[in-house]
């Protein structure tokens, strides 16, 4: 399968629970990133990771936890989530370096719902 | 810090007709690229034309181009003869050409309703 594929594509999950994203692209790229869309407000930046070491975290909350096994796969797990974290949670894959400014791939996100 | 702005929340276009989306951004630096996506109900963004900003000729990509004022800090989008499959969110993004930079910067979007 090519592009950016991402499971679950929807998710609801209590405050108490533990649940991964995952995330898998086949494009040979060796960049990916985790983002959050809410309604109404900008992409944000959560994780990227670069040659599967993570590069940026852009101050995240503890309650989310990623992980990059590999150039392939990207995971997010989640774990006491609040409701405002309810949000489309995007994946994206890049080449690292230079190679980014050629755009990101992205995946179809996986819509968290918190209850 | 740069910022990207996108003051349309909405715009309808008629079938066939053009339409422009806007977009400024602010930023130091003198390298770096800009980008339009486009997010269809399937939710999956697709980039629809990206520019360089050293290049001064507008990038084109079939019915899309956009109008890159590098000293006005614009970057418009231009949709010709308009499609309804063209409804969509659109975002435009900077992203910084400085080595070790991996963040791109997203406008809030506008939301393009294609009329038959």
């Known amino acids: 399968e090519t592009g950016v594929t991402q499971t679950p594509r929807h998710l609801v999950m209590g405050m108490t629970n533990k649940k991964s994203l995952k995330c898998e692209q086949h494009?040979?790229?060796?960049?990916m990133y985790w983002y959050k869309q809410s309604a109404k407000k900008p992409l944000e930046l959560m994780f990227v990771?670069?040659?599967?070491?993570?590069?940026e975290n852009n101050s995240v909350p503890s309650r989310f936890s990623p992980e990059c096994p590999n150039s392939s796969h990207l995971f997010l797990h989640l774990h006491t989530l609040q409701p405002e974290d309810s949000a489309l949670y995007l994946c994206?894959?890049?080449?690292?370096?230079?190679?980014?400014?050629?755009?990101?791939?992205f995946g179809s996100g996986t819509r968290l719902t918190v209850v | 810090a740069q910022t990207v702005t996108q003051s349309q929340p909405e715009m309808s276009v008629q079938e066939a007709e053009t339409v422009t989306l806007s977009c400024t951004y602010d930023?130091?630096?003198?390298?770096?690229?800009l980008f339009w996506y486009k997010q269809p109900p399937s939710r999956q963004m697709i980039l629809v034309i990206r520019?360089?900003?050293?290049?001064?000729q507008n990038a084109t990509e079939n019915r899309f181009s956009v109008n890159f004022q590098k000293a006005a800090k614009s970057f418009s989008l231009k949709i010709s003869d308009s499609q309804l499959g063209d409804a969509a969110m659109y975002f435009c993004?900077?992203?910084?050409?400085?080595?070790?930079?991996?963040?791109?910067?997203f406008g809030t979007g506008t939301r393009l309703k294609v009329l038959a």
């Open positions: 520019q360089e900003a050293y290049k001064q």
């Open positions: 993004a900077y992203r910084s050409g400085t080595s070790g930079t991996y963040k791109y910067i």
């Open positions: 494009l040979g790229h060796n960049a």
């Open positions: 990771y670069s040659l599967e070491e993570r590069v």
């Open positions: 930023t130091s630096e003198s390298d770096y690229y």
């Open positions: 994206a894959s890049s080449q690292a370096g230079a190679g980014a400014g050629y755009g990101y791939t």
